[in-house]
Antibody
Framework: EVQLLESGGGLVPPGGSLRLSCTAS????????MTWVRQAPGKGLEWVSG????????YYAESVKGRFTVSRDNSKNTLYLQMNSLRAEDAAVYYC??????????????WGQGTLVTVSS | DIQMTQSPSSLSASVGDRVTITCQAS??????LNWYQQKPGKAPKLLNY???TLETGVPSRFSGSGSGTEFTFTISSLQPEDIATYYC?????????FGPGTKVDIK
């Protein structure tokens, strides 16, 4: 059974940094692309970032480009999202999701339970 | 970026009713269109992919159709457990984009 478990969320002041982690199990982690999707309180889904299986191709939404960095450690079956220069509008539940393919983000067949990021002074 | 719109934004229907949600893309996305269901407080769940293929294990009352810029998602007989928000998502071009969602509840 595929399981994705996010961690690392919390309260951070504007301009601060946070690193989210997503630990995967139940599948061969290294052969699937992974993605981060966020959802602000009461709002819809927003794709944030993606990374291919071996981690040499990364993709970002314009709203986070230059501030967020996605990476993965396939030896640890873990996906990361380093978030710097956080803004109030970055506050959201962040979900990691497993793609059905390797490569560009496509369809997200498994999701974690999400981790809440709050940006406030 | 490809803009996705959905209509209606919300609907209320009776158990057993046929429910249809429309998703429109701002440009041709072929069949690169997925549908997700999100229940309150839960993560989204993939229901339908590539416009018309039902994900394994999803009840057959759900179906999707369309191509190009116009897509529909249908619940043939609404059940109480279908109360949720439904999102379409395109992956023809980066960035991946989601529709704003359609909230479905029981009348």
């Amino acid at each position: 059974e595929v399981q994705l478990l996010e961690s690392g969320g919390g309260l951070v002041p504007p301009g601060g940094s946070l690193r989210l982690s997503c630990t995967a199990s139940g599948f061969t982690f290294s052969i699937y692309a992974m993605t981060w999707v966020r959802q602000a309180p009461g709002k819809g889904l927003e794709w944030v970032s993606g990374i291919n299986g071996i981690g040499d191709n990364t993709y970002y939404a314009e709203s986070v480009k230059g501030r967020f960095t996605v990476s993965r450690d396939n030896s640890k079956n873990t996906l990361y999202l380093q978030m710097n220069s956080l803004r109030a509008e970055d506050a959201a539940v962040y979900y990691c999701a497993k793609d059905d393919y390797d490569g560009n983000p496509s369809r997200f067949s498994n999701w974690g339970q999400g981790t809440l990021v709050t940006v406030s002074s | 970026d490809i803009q996705m719109t959905q209509s209606p934004s919300s609907l209320s229907a009776s158990v057993g009713d046929r429910v249809t949600i429309t998703c429109q893309a701002s440009q041709d996305i072929s069949n690169y269109l997925n549908w997700y269901q999100q229940k309150p407080g839960k993560a989204p769940k993939l229901l339908n992919y590539d416009a018309s293929t039902l994900e394994t294990g999803v009840p057959s009352r759900f179906s999707g159709s369309g191509s190009g810029t116009e897509f529909t998602f249908t619940i043939s007989s609404l059940q109480p457990e279908d109360i949720a928000t439904y999102y379409c998502q395109q992956y023809d071009n980066l960035p991946v984009t989601f529709g704003p969602g359609t909230k479905v509840d029981i009348k």
